[in-house]
T-cell receptor, first 113, second 111 residues
């Protein structure tokens, strides 16, 4: 039981490049979400999903896309990277939306030059 | 939407003393209040949570209290140890919605 697995752990991109951050969980959790963490800003919700085929926007969705084709996977896509997207990204999953503890992945540290 | 305020942003205590972190929330319908601990460079990890039908919950040296009327909840750590040094986040949510986190409290426990 690996929990929530994020890849890659580190990534450096140039402005304008695109990439996908991967997130997978093996706990059969319905609810998955993506957060970004910036100094002094706490954890801000980017996008979330309450089940396969269903996604919704969080607090800071601009510049990011998500999809949820399976229960296990919830990738986050940066369409055209900008320096303002330099951050640490965390994926999380839980049994129920907002009612159960969230399990976080180890995070992806992303730098945009 | 829900707005969670967390205070203080930094807290320094001596080993053995108690530490208290306070959070307020805006949505009276919020019914789940977790606390996460994040060590440097690591993932946030749940340390304790409380639901709106409970006023207090304790787990060894940590406890959380909830005042629904005043819409605030607090984390209490007793007999602090250096390994308690970390950033602590509170969150509040109502069923069917996403967690809203406070901005965090950096706790330093000095020997």
């Amino acid at each position: 039981n690996a929990g929530v697995t994020q890849t890659p752990k580190f990534q450096v991109l140039k402005t304008g490049q695109s990439m996908t951050l991967q997130c997978a969980q093996d706990m059969n959790h319905e609810y998955m979400s993506w957060y970004r963490q910036d100094p002094g800003m706490g954890l801000r919700l980017i996008h979330y999903s309450v089940g396969a085929g269903i996604t919704d926007q969080g607090e800071v969705p601009n510049g990011y896309n998500v999809s949820r084709s399976t229960t296990e996977d919830f990738p986050l896509r940066l369409l055209s990277a900008a320096p303002s997207q330099t951050s640490v990204y965390f994926c999380a999953s839980s049994q129920g939306q907002g009612r159960e503890p969230q399990h976080f992945g180890d995070g992806t540290r992303l730098s945009i030059l | 939407g829900e707005n969670v305020e967390q205070h203080p942003s930094t807290l320094s205590v001596q080993e053995g003393d108690s530490a208290v972190i306070k959070c307020t929330y805006s949505d009276s319908a919020s019914n789940y209040f977790p606390w996460y601990k994040q060590e440097l460079g690591k993932r946030p990890q749940l340390i304790i949570d409380i639901r709106s039908n409970v006023g207090e919950k304790k787990d060894q040296r940590i406890a959380v209290t909830l005042n629904k009327t005043a819409k605030h909840f607090s984390l209490h750590i007793t007999e602090t140890q250096p390994e308690d040094s970390a950033v602590y986040f509170c969150a509040a949510v109502r069923s069917g919605y996403a967690l809203n986190f406070g901005k965090g409290t950096s706790l330093l426990v000095t020997p």
